[in-house]
């Protein structure tokens, strides 16, 4: 059991020195909202919000809460607009862009997840990653668990040491039913094809309030040229 994992957007997962009853090596990870359960049908949507195919979907809210007296010539307006990561983020191959599931593909891992949400196999007890950079929409959710060779693990066979045999290896989110903990995915909160956009004027003090994301103490935001 790992109470609480932590991995980046943008850099790879990995989850090491899990240790417990019937851990073995190739067994393997996945990251849901419930273990053993499909993403929901609202992730599915604001996943693929802005994605390529997808029609245009711009949410706009507009609020003077928090912001206390604007500045002459501010706009107290908030967006999600185009471009996301898959424009800005860097490079990676049509193979890790197809599986991290742009197009919000049922039947896989967290969207966001190279290896379509489930992690590489590995000889080593314990230590399991996902071969490529992560970039799921920020939060917390179950980290889930798959003994190796198994097709279908319930948490009783786990405290049993029980594990189910069969063909269909960990391929499916109904075969991760053992919650091995919570993972927190930090950083901002972006999309394939839509992040947050602020507003900032010319010779005035900018202040970026309202981040959505896990931001983690001590983070910091660099302003490039887009």
């Known amino acids: 059991y790992v109470p609480l994992s932590k991995c980046s957007i943008g850099l790879e997962c990995v989850v090491s020195g899990v240790v417990g009853e019937g851990i073995t090596g190739g067994d393997r990870l996945t990251i849901l909202r419930t273990c ?4 929901p049908e609202a992730d599915r949507l604001q996943w693929t919000t802005l994605s390529p195919g997808m029609q245009a979907m711009t ?12 500045m002459a010539g501010a706009d107290d307006l908030r967006k999600w607009i185009e471009p996301g990561w898959l424009d800005n983020g860097p490079p990676m191959s049509p193979e890790i862009r197809d599986s991290i599931g742009i197009g919000g593909d049922s039947g896989r891992g967290l969207w966001g997840l190279p290896n379509d949400g489930f992690s590489l196999s590995n000889a080593r ?4 990653s996902w071969g490529g950079p992560l970039w799921a929409l920020a939060g917390d959710y179950q980290l889930c668990w798959c003994a190796a060779g198994s097709a279908v693990n319930t948490l009783s066979l ?4 029980t594990v189910s045999g069969g063909g269909g290896y960990c391929s499916k989110p109904e075969h991760y039913q053992v919650p091995l903990g919570t993972i927190r995915i930090t950083g901002p909160a972006v999309l394939p094809g839509s992040s ?11 202040e970026i309030k309202d981040f959505e994301g896990t931001m983690p103490e001590g983070s910091r935001l660099l302003i490039a040229k887009a």
Do not use: H
């Open 36 to 39: 053993g359960q499909e993403l």
């Open 196 to 206: 947050q956009v602020f507003q900032c004027v010319r010779r005035r003090g900018c």
């Open 125 to 128: 007890e314990g230590f399991y």
């Open 59 to 70: 949410t706009t809210v507009t609020t003077t809460q928090g912001f206390g007296n604007p």
């Open 158 to 161: 786990a405290l049993s040491g």
